[in-house]
């Protein structure tokens, strides 16, 4: 991604893990980003991260308490704002199926603010962050994240003729990210026990640092509309127990509500309108103006891009590329960076 000079950059839920990333990426790779608002409402995170990039090193930063359910905060964030990256969520499975309306008030609510905020101040560019849980969801967030990808991809359809472009980037399981199972398996590893739900489970894996990656790429290249899949490695949550502790006793504990066997990022009926590059997958969206053989055209032009094969599927059992323990291993030894 190439921002233009003295541009400024706004990342929802900018304390977590992703934010981090991305900020920290901003801020070693792209001086001509000379403003990085962080917009979240834990005043303590918040605080930490002040530590962590002191003001005196790093004037371009902005730390915004807010949340993404207040819009009339949000509107005032998002003044002189050229980009937006939009990683603000709950997304405790959980905590989502026992508290549903708060989960809906941040994921679906919380995405028509930012739109509607975007629309009426001077954006030029959303990306926002989707699940691979929102393909075909079985649980509250994975509807929330579904419905937010939606609202996001639709307001491409009302900006009239600003240079505003919005599109989603969906991705798997991030390795190392605060909930998932490696730290808990490195914690669980003291105790000699590692508990599997389902020795047949399977998941997609992307680093951190990919994942910055694809939304500053997504940033740069998208036509608007497009709905990003990266081509990642899926793993057997097996041979992670396996590379954490070899020697550990493995626990067959029942899968939990709301969990898959296999996540699925794109479905059979999704591939239908679906290109591929070589790095990515791009779900093209439907468009009210034109057919959509001549929308995958225009998609297709402009990514360089080809048609997936009639009747692809995208899931973490299917997969053609697998970590096998040794890589699992060599990822979670150098910190899965």
Known sequence: MNFPPNSSVLVTGGTGSFGQALISRLLSDHPEVTKIVIYSRDELKQFEMQQRFPRTDYPQLRFFIGDVRDQPRLRRALTGIDYIVHAAALKQVPAAEYNPFECIQTNVMGAENLISAALDTSVKRVVALSTDKACAPINLYGATKLCSDKLFLAANNMKGKRDLRLSVVRYGNVMGSRGSVIPFF??????????????????????????????????????????????????????????????????????????????EMITETDSLSTIETDDNYIMVPTSPFTSQEENIARFQEHHSARRVPEGFHYRSDSNDRWLSVEELRELIDTGMH
Request: proline share 6%.
């Open 186 to 263: 490195l914690k669980q590893k003291q105790t000699g026990v590692l508990p599997i739900t389902d020795p047949r489970m399977t998941r997609f894996n992307i680093l951190l640092s990919h994942g910055v990656d694809l939304v500053l790429h997504a940033l740069e290249a998208s036509l608007g509309g497009e709905l990003w899949v990266p081509k990642i490695p899926s793993y057997r949550i097996v041979d992670v127990a396996e590379a954490v502790g070899p020697d550990c006793e493995q626990k067959i504990v029942g899968i939990r509500a709301g969990e898959k066997l296999h996540e």
